[in-house]
């Protein structure tokens, strides 16, 4: 059965912090890693991982995989409050239509 | 962009009742979702449908039922509803080929009493 697990499981931080949060996995035939940010509504696409060792980036935030290690990791850097979130994880394997989502973690950015 | 809508934000039932959730996406997707999200346990995929009037069960498809009649609307249904379905709901969709880059909607809170 394939599986995610996020770490920490929530984060309390100021403005201006760098954080870090970490997604590993367990999944039969990785495809793909993807990150979703999460408000008080619809998670909306942040980035997708195939290839190991290419950082992906978009302004603050950035991501990369490591295939052998089989984990991702999210970036942000600068933190604002509009960063407050759930942060998701979710992982496509072989099979068919499903992803697994990791629990998420909860970010908390203080003023 | 691409939209997907759901019927309500928020909806209060009681224990028995039948619920009826609807997804309603408007960019020809042919894949559709419903999944439930519980504090600690992320999102789990109850059904989906990649063709009209074509189901498959999720990981969690106990106590819950779909319908598929038109390719840009999907339904949840909770033939009668209890207290550990209580959560929040979330449809979404794909292309076809594409299961990876799903598109969200805004999510329904369901609270069973």
């Known amino acids: 059965e394939d599986k995610v697990v996020q770490s920490p499981l929530s984060l309390v931080v100021h403005e201006g912090d760098t954080v870090t949060l970490n997604c590993s996995y367990e999944v039969t035939n990785f495809r793909s890693l993807l990150w979703y940010k999460q408000e008080k509504k619809a998670p909306t696409f942040l980035f997708m991982l195939?290839?190991?060792?290419i950082e992906k980036k978009s302004g603050r935030l950035s991501s990369i995989l490591d295939k052998k290690e089989l984990f991702s990791i999210l970036n942000i850097t600068a933190t604002q409050t509009g960063d407050s979130a759930i942060y998701l994880c979710a992982v496509w394997g072989t099979s068919y239509g499903k992803l697994t989502f990791g629990q998420g973690t909860i970010l908390t950015v203080h003023p | 962009d691409v939209k997907v809508t759901q019927s309500s934000r928020y909806l209060v039932k009681r224990t028995g009742e039948k619920v009826f959730l609807e997804c309603v996406q408007d960019?020809?997707?042919?894949?559709m979702f419903w999944y439930r999200q519980d504090p600690g346990l992320g999102l789990r995929l109850i059904y989906f449908?990649?063709?009209?009037?074509?189901?498959e069960k999720g990981d969690i498809p106990e106590g819950y039922s779909v319908s598929r009649e038109k390719k840009e609307r999907f339904s949840l249904i909770l033939e009668s509803a209890s207290t550990n379905q209580t959560s929040m709901y979330l449809c979404?969709?794909?292309?076809?080929?594409?299961?990876?880059?799903?598109?969200f909607g805004p999510g329904t809170r369901l609270l069973v009493l």
């Open positions: 979404a969709s794909s292309w076809e080929g594409r299961w990876e880059t799903q598109y």
């Open positions: 449908s990649y063709d009209v009037k074509m189901k």
């Open positions: 960019m020809d997707h042919e894949n």
């Open positions: 195939t290839s190991s060792g």
